[in-house]
């Protein structure tokens, strides 16, 4: 993974056209400010929106490489989804943040954004940042590190072992019903035992409403590839 840091705006990409972006802020001097740094680096500004509805409104099916998108806006829209409708464009996502708030960052890098940019950065920087996330790359810098370790200093679901069956199998691919089967128990046992697993991740402020996020979750605490062999039966 590449930093952005020691870049200088305007830096040449692999990309055979100018970056390609799109700015979700509610604060409209930070907008105006993302838009010029940008144009100044030779990018195309495609949409800027107070909130992600009216950027992806707004984009109307352009092409668009990077998503700068701000973590709280003022519109009550939640994180993971601000990230989930910014990547339906087709873009990846920058989160351009004050990054104090150290929750909101964990789920938007459990969402799938390309990694946090404070708000307190240079320009430069911000541009490089920019850059580098539309060539496809994801940052590696101290807000996503701090964030990453913080997840794991407290923000494990704690999953029991039968939970963690129920995790393990589901996430690979099988259908519930053939869940259930392989565990020996109901269906509608397997079913409590899959909502619980979504509220355990919730209270640790990792939300999983979809399938591809439990296998997200899966994958991040290392119940797959292969269970963890300690631990008790989930209905403890």
């Not at 509805?53 to 990077?66: E, P, Q, S, T």
């Amino acid at each position: 993974m590449k930093s952005p840091a020691g870049r200088q705006a305007g830096v040449r990409t692999t990309l055979d056209h100018p970056v390609r972006v799109g700015i979700a802020d509610d604060h409209e001097s930070v907008r105006l400010g993302i838009k010029a740094a940008c144009e100044n680096a030779g990018y195309d500004v495609i949409f800027a929106a107070a909130t992600v509805r009216a950027l992806v409104d707004g984009i109307a099916g352009r092409a668009v490489d990077v998503i700068v998108l701000d973590l709280s806006l003022g519109d009550g829209s939640r994180v993971t989804d601000n990230v989930h409708n910014a990547q339906s464009t087709g873009a990846s996502v920058l989160v351009h943040s004050i990054a104090d708030r150290v929750a909101l960052v964990r789920e938007a890098l459990a969402a799938g954004a390309a990694g946090v940019i404070p708000k307190s950065s240079p320009t430069t920087t911000v541009m490089a940042a920019v850059a580098s996330v539309a060539r496809g790359d994801v940052l590696n810098n101290l807000e996503w590190a701090t964030a990453i370790d913080a997840d794991r200093d407290f923000a494990k679901a704690q999953l029991g072992r039968r939970e963690r069956d129920v995790l393990h199998l589901y996430a690979s691919g099988l259908p519930l019903k053939m869940v259930a089967m392989q565990l020996g128990i109901a269906h509608s046992t397997a079913r409590e035992y899959l909502d619980r697993i979504r509220v355990k991740y919730v209270e640790v402020g990792r939300p999983a409403p979809t399938k591809v996020d439990l296998l997200r979750r899966a994958v991040e605490d290392g119940i797959l590839p292969g269970l963890d062999q300690d631990g008790g039966d989930g209905r403890g």
